[in-house]
Structures are given as C-alpha cells and as structure tokens.
C-alpha cells in the first residue's frame, strides 16, 4: 500500500509534512520521501525506510530542506516522489495505487513520443513515473490528470505539486481516502485523517472520487467534480487504516467495535463458552474489545507484542522471515493462557500460517481451547486494485489452495462465487477444513452482509472484491 501527504502553506511547512508523512508509516515500510517546491526551487529526499522508522530518517532533511508547499510519501513500492521537466513545467508527483495494465500504457508511451523509462530491479517500471508521463501527454497538468485517471486500470490516487501549489487527484472510484485539513495559514491534504489533528489543522472536506483540486496557501480550487459512483476499499477499516482514522464520516475504530459487536451476536446460542477475549495484536485488538462489550465476556491480553523493536511482521520480502518475526514479538501471559479458553479475533486469514503458528504457540502456553473469529469474510481474491498484499497469486490464499485440491485447477466464477455464499455447503466444507489444518478449536468468518453493516454506507459505495470476486 503506502499513503501520501502533502502542505501548502504561507510559511515553512517542512515540520508540518515531515510529521504528517511520518503519521502514515502504519501503510508502508520500504521507502520514504519529501519534496518541497521554495526560494530554491524544488528539493527532494528519499530514504529507505526498511530497518529504520521514517523519523529517524529524515531529522537532518528537516534542517536542509526549506519552501513552503511540499508533499511526502511512504511506500511499500516505488521511491517517490519523483522530480519531473515536461513541457508543462517543472514538478513533483506521488502516487498511491495499482497499475495493472503497466505494459499497454508503457507502449502507448513510446507511440506517443516518450523516449524512456528508468527500469529498476526486476524490470519494473516505477508507477509514479508512468502516471508522470500519461500526464505529459496532454497540454495541460489537469487534462494530463484526467487522462491518467481514464487510462490506469487499477486505482491511483496523486499528489502533484508544481509552483503554483498542490494538485491533489484521489482515484477514479474513491478506492483509497484523500481529505483536506485547514487552518489560518494553511491547508494540507492526507490519506489519513488523523495525521493533521496534532498540528492544529480542522476536517476541511473530503475529495469525491475522480474529483480534482488545485490547492494553495489562500484557497481551493475544483478542477474536476466528483463522479458519481464509489468503490472505497472496505479492507481500510478492516485492517490497515489507523483507529484514529475516518473515511467517508466513519471512524475505523468504531467500525471495528462494531465487526465485534455483530461476531458476537452471531455466536449467541452456540456451545463455546471461552474464559477470555482477546485481539491479535494489533489490527484485532479493536475488533475484540467490540465482541467482549457485546458478550459480557471478559477482555485480556493473553500475549503482548513487544513494541519496542520489532516491526510490523509482513516488512521483509521474504515469508519466513515475517513469518518469525510475527512470532518473536509475541510474548505469552503464562497466567493468562494456561488452563484457559481462549477466542481470538485476528483482522483477516491471508496464508494462515501466522494465525496457525500463534494457535500451536497458545496451546504450547497450556490453551485448553483456542476459538477463531476472523474479523472479516474469507479473503478467495487478490486485491485488483490496491498493492495491500505481496501475494504473487491467488494460490497464496490458503482458501484458494484448498478450492483446487477439491475442484481441480479450472475453477469456474460460478463456483467461487459458491464458496464465498457464508450459506452454502463449499463455504462450510472450506472453513471446516481451514480449522482442521490450522488446528482450530472452532471458526467462524465474519459475514460479508455484516461487514458492510459494521461499515454503515451504502453496499454499492463499496469495493469487496477480495471477498465476492464482484467488482
């Protein structure tokens, strides 16, 4: 994934989109950048943020960097933001998003005039550079926009500043948030809305999707209007989005007491009766503590994750090697787990080999029981849209490799879409062989009907192509 930031401001806005980029370091962990457009032009650092938090990183960028308009990014992708010189003139681009068709446009590229790209490890191109030449095919820095936005196929939300100020594009189909903050002296603008609280910016609005604005230090300017329909990714509250965050008014922690809450009800009248209730920390951590207040069953914290040092566990590029370090800064309550039994609420099942290993490590504890709840459907897609997963195939998901060893290889959508019906005899037939392999006491998915209730907006606003395979 990654998410981008960006001020415009009358003053130095450096401090400002150093720590409003650093409130996105929860959606990336391989790159970070700034760039900053004043008295000497546009400058620019980017630093990789693999073994070091972003903070760390760019405290002595802060003392060089000086201008008053700036964006910043954090990536698990692409460095960015890239420097550009066009015939449009000189600026600065960052992109959070998902190209799926690189290779077409990459050739109408070179149809079109473009000389080049810089290839990076691997052969890949980096996708802030294609939006950049999409947009130097037209004549102007807003129809270069709009012509980015109706050729990706995908999702691409951008930041672009150029001298003039920051124009801020949020994807076709509002997949991923983009929202304005305001204050006397300035505006910024930000995936997450919290990320702007501390610095003494208010909400402004919120970008529709497609929609396009011009911003500067005294104003904001529509380019484009909103369109019409919507896609926002329900995976946001689900997992990645930080508790403080709201999208389209609601707030991910409240969304998650509320998955929680509706876990819970589903379980009433059903014989498991566990001692305690907990998160795995710490995306189910939210999720739990919405099952315990529903339940009346106590909420503990039977391990802890040992914050100090590790990071998020899916950062090193290989498997194994999230896979141990998931493990490792989980520390057990011996007090709390032995003897015990336990109900777990994880955000999702992806591989199933962390949840599977945190289960055999609850039982190595002394667990008696060992209840899964996943917070949201189970996951048969990889996401079209968004770069929230490393899986190189659909394979990866443990539900899918399950599906072929009972299908076969040609699996038809009819069929998938039987597995992903929480009513139908493929669906229970999966789970139950998901709890077998994991080595589950019991498990229980989170409904999709649910999930779009926790959300509260309209089904048709949102995107579960994860979970449905509809688009």
């Not at 630093?47 to 990014?73: A, C, M, Y």
């Not at 196929?153 to 997949?175: N, V, W």
Request: hydrophobic share 35%.
């Amino acid at each position: 994934m990654g998410g981008i930031f960006g001020v415009v401001s009358k003053t130095s806005c450096v401090m400002d989109l150093f720590f409003g980029t650093d409130y996105h370091s929860h959606l990336g962990t391989r790159r970070g950048g700034m760039a900053v457009y004043g008295p000497n032009g546009f400058q620019r650092s980017i630093h990789n943020i693999q073994n070091s938090p972003f903070r760390t990183k760019f405290e002595r960028d802060v003392e060089e960097l000086e201008g008053n308009l700036g964006i910043g990014s954090i990536s698990d992708t692409d460095p960015q933001p890239l420097l550009i010189q066009s015939h449009l003139g000189s600026y600065a681009i960052a992109t959070v998003g998902k190209i799926n068709n690189e290779e077409e446009l990459v050739q109408k590229a070179y149809e079109n005039g473009h000389i080049h790209f810089l290839e990076m490890s691997g052969g890949r191109i980096n996708a802030s550079e294609l939006v950049a030449a999409l947009i130097n095919q037209k004549d102007s820095l807003v129809e270069g926009l709009l012509y980015a936005q109706e050729m990706i196929d995908g999702s691409m939300t951008i930041l672009l500043l150029a001298p003039e100020g920051i124009y801020a594009s949020r994807d076709r189909y509002g997949r991923t948030p983009l929202i304005i903050g305001k204050r006397d002296d300035a505006f910024c603008v930000s995936f997450e809305s919290f990320a702007y609280i501390n610095l003494g910016y208010k909400d402004y609005s919120e970008l529709g999707p497609g929609e396009i604005v011009l911003i500067t230090p005294d104003h904001i300017q529509s380019l484009s209007k909103p369109r019409n329909e919507m896609k926002i990714c329900s995976f946001l509250w689900v997992y990645y989005g930080y508790p403080t965050s709201t999208y389209e008014g609601v707030n991910v922690e409240q969304m998650r007491y509320n998955c929680g809450r509706l876990l819970a009800q589903r379980d009433k009248g059903q014989d498991v009766h566990p001692d305690s209730i907990a998160g795995v920390p710490d995306s189910g951590t939210a999720h739990a503590i919405g099952y315990a207040n529903e339940s009346g069953i106590p909420f503990a914290r039977p391990f802890i994750k040992y914050t100090p040092t590790w990071p998020r566990s899916f950062m090193p590029q290989k498997q194994s090697q999230r896979n141990l370090i998931a493990k490792m800064k989980l520390i057990p309550v011996d007090v709390l787990i032995r003897g015990k039994s336990l109900l777990l609420i994880d955000d999702s099942i992806v591989r199933g080999t962390q949840l599977g290993e945190t289960t055999e490590f609850l039982y190595n504890s002394g667990a008696k029981e060992v209840h899964i709840r996943p917070a949201c459907p189970p996951l048969l897609f990889g996401c079209k849209y968004l770069n929230f997963s490393r899986s190189n195939s659909d394979l990866d998901l443990i539900t899918r490799r399950i599906i072929r060893e009972r299908e076969g290889d040609n699996v038809s959508d009819e069929v998938l879409a039987d597995y992903a019906d929480p009513d139908s005899q493929n669906y229970s037939e999966m789970v139950e062989e998901i709890r077998k392999r994991l080595n589950f006491t019991t498990l229980r998915f989170h409904r999709l009907d649910d999930l779009v209730t926790s959300i509260g907006l309209s089904p048709c606003k949102l995107c579960t192509y994860c979970w449905s395979g509809k688009e």
